[in-house]
C-alpha cells in the first residue's frame, strides 16, 4: 500500500586493525545492508572516510563495493576530492568499475567563490564520468561551501550532462523543500537522519545516511507510518531514533556511530585519523544509553547482536 521510498545507507569504509583497508569486509557490509531493506548504497562518503583515504584505496573499496551489491542494489560512488584532477580520476575510474551513479562534494580547503565555480567543478566531474548520474553533495557545516543549492539544481539541470540532483544534508528544511520544487524528476536526497520526518514531510522520496547502516528497519517504520497517515505514530518512531542519534553524537559523532555499526551489523574495523572512535569498553555503556531510548524494541534483529 506504502509508495516507494528509496534508503540509501552511507556505507563505512571497512578497515584493518592495523589501519589498511580490509576489502574482505565489505561483501558481509552488503549482504547485511541488502537484507536489512535498504534500497541503495553511498560508498566513500562522509561516513566512508573518503577524505582520509589515499586514491588508490578509495578505488579498490569502490571496486568492492560494486562487485558486492551484485547489482542486488545500486551503488553510488562519492568522487569528490580537493584535486579536481583526482575527482575527475575516480569519476572516470567509477564508470568504469559498474557503479551506478557518482556524487561530489566540492573542492573545500580552497572554496569555490561562487555558484559559478562550483559548477564548472561538478562540470568537469561529470563529464569524468561519461554519462553516469551525478549528484552534488552539499554539507555546508563541513566543507564551509554555503551554494544556494535551489539555483544551483536549476542551473545545473539545464547546463551538465548526467545532473541527477542533490544530496542535502542541512537542516534548513525549507531549502530543502524549495530544492524539491525547483529538481522536478531530478533528485534531492535528505541527509539528516535525526530530521528524517520533517524531511519526508516536505516531500523527501530518497534519504542518505549513516543510521541505516544499523537502524533501516526503525526509518522504514517511521516512513511507513507517514504513508499510512498515522503521523502520531511517526512522530514517535521519529523520537526514537533522534533520541538514538543524539546518545551517539554525545559519545563522539561519526566515531561512536562506526563504533555502533561494528557492534549491531558486520566489523568494519577502526576509522582512520583525524576521526577517533570511542573505546571498546564504552560500548557497552553506549548499549545501554541505546537500549534506555527504545532503539532495540524496533530493531529487533540488533536485540541479538549482544555480544
Ligand atoms: C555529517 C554526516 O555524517 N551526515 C550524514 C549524512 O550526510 C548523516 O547521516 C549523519 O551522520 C546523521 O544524520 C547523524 O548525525
Ligand atoms: C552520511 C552520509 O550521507 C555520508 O556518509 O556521506
Known amino acids: 500500500m506504502s509508495a516507494s521510498f528509496d534508503l540509501i545507507a552511507a556505507a563505512p569504509s571497512p578497515l584493518a586493525e592495523n589501519g589498511a583497508i580490509n576489502l574482505e569486509m ?5 549482504d547485511h545492508l541488502v537484507e536489512s531493506g535498504v534500497t541503495g548504497l553511498f560508498a566513500l562518503g562522509t561516513t566512508g572516510e573518503c577524505m582520509s583515504l589515499t586514491t588508490s584505496e578509495r578505488q579498490s573499496l569502490a571496486e568492492e563495493f560494486v562487485r558486492s551489491s551484485d547489482g542486488r542494489i545500486p551503488v553510488t560512488v562519492h568522487v569528490g576530492h580537493n584535486s579536481l584532477a583526482e575527482a575527475c580520476g575516480l569519476a572516470t575510474h567509477a564508470k568504469l568499475a559498474g557503479a551506478d551513479a557518482i556524487a561530489m562534494l566540492p573542492p573545500c580547503y580552497f572554496k569555490p567563490n561562487s555558484l559559478d565555480a562550483v559548477l564548472e567543478c561538478l562540470r568537469c566531474v561529470a563529464s569524468a564520468g561519461k554519462g553516469l548520474p551525478i549528484y552534488y553533495y552539499h554539507i555546508p557545516h563541513l566543507t564551509g561551501v554555503p551554494v544556494d543549492i535551489v539555483e544551483l539544481i536549476g542551473r545545473a539541470d539545464d547546463t551538465i550532462d548526467g545532473f541527477a540532483g542533490v544530496k ?7 531549502l530543502f523543500q524549495l530544492g524539491l520544487a525547483e529538481a522536478g524528476e531530478k533528485t534531492v536526497a535528505f541527509g539528516v537522519d535525526e530530521m528524517l520526518l520533517s524531511g519526508v514531510l516536505a516531500g523527501a522520496t530518497m534519504a542518505i545516511g549513516s543510521t541505516y547502516n544499523f537502524a533501516a528497519p526503525l526509518f522504514l517504520s517511521v516512513v511507513q507510518a507517514f504513508q499510512e497517515g498515522d503521523l502520531e505514530e511517526a512522530r514517535r518512531l521519529q523520537q526514537v531514533a533522534t533520541s538514538m542519534i543524539h546518545v551517539l553524537i554525545r559519545h563522539g559523532g561519526l566515531g561512536a556511530i562506526k563504533l555502533a555499526i561494528n557492534e549491531l551489523t558486520v566489523d568494519c574495523g577502526p576509522t582512520r585519523l ?5 573505546s571498546g569498553e564504552q560500548w557497552p555503556i553506549i548499549r545501554e544509553e541505546l537500549a534506555e531510548v527504545g532503539l532495540f524494541d524496533w530493531c529487533q534483529g540488533l536485540a541479538s547482536a549482544d555480544s
Open 26 to 30: 565489505v561483501r558481509p557490509l552488503v
Open 168 to 174: 542535502f544534508t542541512s537542516p534548513a528544511v525549507d
Open 274 to 278: 583525524p576521526l577517533r572512535m570511542p
